[in-house]
Every structure is written in C-alpha cells, then in structure tokens.
C-alpha cells in the first residue's frame, strides 16, 4: 500500500539532499543563498547545477559576475541557514545579519567564501539553463576546499553532522558512516 503524494511535493521522495549555502557577490554587493536543490553533473570537465528561483537576488548577482560558491554548513549553523532561507538580500547584508563572515577565495574568484562552514567549492558559471521558475545554473569547479580532519575522501560524517533538508521547515542531519567493501 502506498500513499499518493502531490506532484508538487514529488521532489520530497528525493529529499534529503544536503543545505548548501551559495555565496555570490556583484560589484560590491555580496550575497548568500540558502539551497537544497544541486547536483553534481559532470566529472571531466567538473560541473555542478544549482537551482535559484528567478526572482531572487543570487540569480541577478550570479549571472552578472558569472561566478558563485557553493559553502557547506554544519548544523551548528542551521539557524543562520534558515535566515539565509528566508529573507532577500536586497535590502540587507546576510553576511552581518547573520554574523557570517566573508573570507577571501582563491585568486581567480572575487565572491568571498564563508569562513565558518566546513568546504567550499568555487564555480564559475558556464550557463544558465532556463527551466520553469527556476534557473538551472551550470558552475564549472575552479577550486574546492575542505576542513581537515573532517574530509578524508568523503566527509567523515561520524566527524561532524551536515543538514540536509526533508521539506518545509524540517531538517535532518548525518551521523552514521556506512562503508561498503
Ligand atoms: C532549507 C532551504 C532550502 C532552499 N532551497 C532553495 C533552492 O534550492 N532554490 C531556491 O531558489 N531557493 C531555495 N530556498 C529559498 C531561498 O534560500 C530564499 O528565498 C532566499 O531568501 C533567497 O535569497 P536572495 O533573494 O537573497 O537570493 C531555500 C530555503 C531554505 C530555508
């Protein structure tokens, strides 16, 4: 027996797909995105997708400066993480407001990582594909970084807990690594 779900909650089955914050910046103005919906896409060149509604901020500042960074948080940061979720950047710095500090990237990306999650992947962006109301933007890896001690091939997860979001305002986090030989 299985109950029916609504179409509109069907991406709810492929849930829980970790939170990742973006971070974006376009001439001075410097932005974070809460996000759960992103995948990898290709290893050679490395792609990943990320989804970003049209009518946010990120997707103005991340089609103008071409350039984003995908920032891994841990559940000590899950308040900031629904702040980030929840309120445009148009009007405020999520940086301050959020006490999350901007940290400088590689040489090759202006946008600031943020200094208090665990890995950062810096992108640059190779397109935009336009899909429903949301855009699908393509970022090709320049660089990524991890915390040592916390990734050694994968994130040690019995090491530190990663969000990863059910729907909603409902959350989950990792705790068990399970190794298959
Ligand atoms: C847990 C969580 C996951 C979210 N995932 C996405 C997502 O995948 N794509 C998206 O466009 N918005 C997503 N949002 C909503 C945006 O983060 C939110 O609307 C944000 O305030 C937009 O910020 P901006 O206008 O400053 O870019 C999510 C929010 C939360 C709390």
Redesign the pocket.
């Known amino acids: 027996m299985k109950i029916e779900i609504s179409k509109g909650k069907g991406n709810r089955l492929i849930n829980p797909g970790g939170?990742i914050l973006v971070s974006s910046c376009y001439k001075d103005k410097a932005?974070i995105?809460?996000?759960?919906?992103?995948m990898p896409i290709s290893k050679d060149p490395a792609l990943l997708g990320i989804?970003?509604?049209k009518s946010?901020?990120?997707?103005e500042l991340i089609k103008k400066s071409e350039e984003f960074i995908v920032n891994i948080p841990t559940v000590d940061l899950l308040k900031q993480?629904?702040f980030?979720?929840?309120?445009?950047?148009?009007k405020i710095d999520?940086f301050q407001e959020a006490k999350l500090t901007p940290e400088k990237a590689s040489r090759l990306i202006k946008t600031p990582c943020i200094k208090e999650c665990i890995g950062h992947i810096e992108c640059r962006l190779r397109d935009i594909k336009d899909i429903g109301d949301?855009g699908l933007f393509i970022g090709e890896i320049i660089s990524a970084s991890a915390e040592e001690g916390l990734f050694s091939d994968t994130w040690q997860v019995d090491k530190t807990k990663l969000i990863f979001?059910l729907g909603g305002g409902v959350f989950t986090s990792s705790s068990e690594k399970i190794e298959v030989k």
């Open positions: 939170v932005n995105i809460t996000l759960a919906w992103h989804a970003i509604a946010h901020l990120s997707y993480v629904v980030c979720g929840s309120i445009s950047g148009d999520k949301h979001h």
